[in-house]
C-alpha cells in the first residue's frame, strides 16, 4: 500500500499537480506527510494566520519535501533529528529546514541546493544554507505571502 502511494505520489509531482493532502488540508498536514517518510524523526511546525496563494503553498511543500529528501540522502546515516518550521513575517513565507547531521551542505555550482535557490530566485525567493563542516545543516527559504483571494 505505501509503495502504491509513493508511485502514486511521484506521478502526481512529475506533473507538477499538488497533492491532495496539501489541496484538501492545507501546508502542516502534507508537510507532516513528507516528513513521516523521511529517514531520520523530523519536527514540523507550521505557525501561518491563513493559506497562502496556491501556487505559494505548492512551492513550499516541494521545498520542503526536496530538503527532507537531501536530509535522508546525505545526513540520514548520522543524523539523529531533523526540523521543519514554517512561519509568516511581514509578506513573506519563511521556511527553515535543520537537521543535526555531519553538514557541509552549500550552494556550489551544479549541487541540488544551487539548483533550488535558482527556483526560489524565479519566484522573488531566496534560498539561504549555513552547514558548517563541523556540522549540522540549517537551510532557509524565504518566499513572497501573496495570500488567497
Known amino acids: 500500500g505505501e509503495v502504491k502511494i509513493a508511485l502514486q505520489e511521484l506521478r502526481d509531482l512529475a506533473r507538477g499537480i499538488h497533492p491532495a493532502v496539501l489541496t484538501d488540508r492545507g501546508l502542516d498536514a502534507a508537510l ?25 503553498e505548492g512551492i ?6 526536496e530538503l ?5 540522502k546525505h545526513a540520514g546515516g548520522q543524523a539523529r533529528g531533523a526540523s521543519v518550521d514554517v512561519w509568516k513575517s511581514g509578506e513573506r513565507l519563511l521556511i527553515q529546514v535543520c537537521d543535526d ?9 551544479g549541487s541540488g541546493l544551487a539548483g533550488l535557490a535558482e527556483r526560489l530566485d524565479a519566484v522573488d525567493g531566496v534560498l539561504v ?21
Open 101 to 109: 547531521g555531519p553538514g557541509g551542505a552549500g550552494l556550489s555550482e
Open 32 to 56: 507532516s506527510s513528507v516528513a513521516a517518510r523521511c529517514t531520520v524523526p523530523v519536527r514540523v511546525a507550521v505557525d501561518l494566520p491563513a493559506r497562502p496563494a496556491e501556487a505559494i
Open 68 to 72: 527532507l529528501q537531501n536530509v535522508s
Open 129 to 149: 544554507v549555513d552547514s558548517p563542516a563541523d556540522g549540522g545543516t540549517t537551510v532557509t527559504a524565504e518566499l513572497p505571502w501573496r495570500g488567497r483571494g
Open 60 to 65: 513550499a511543500y516541494f521545498v520542503v519535501s
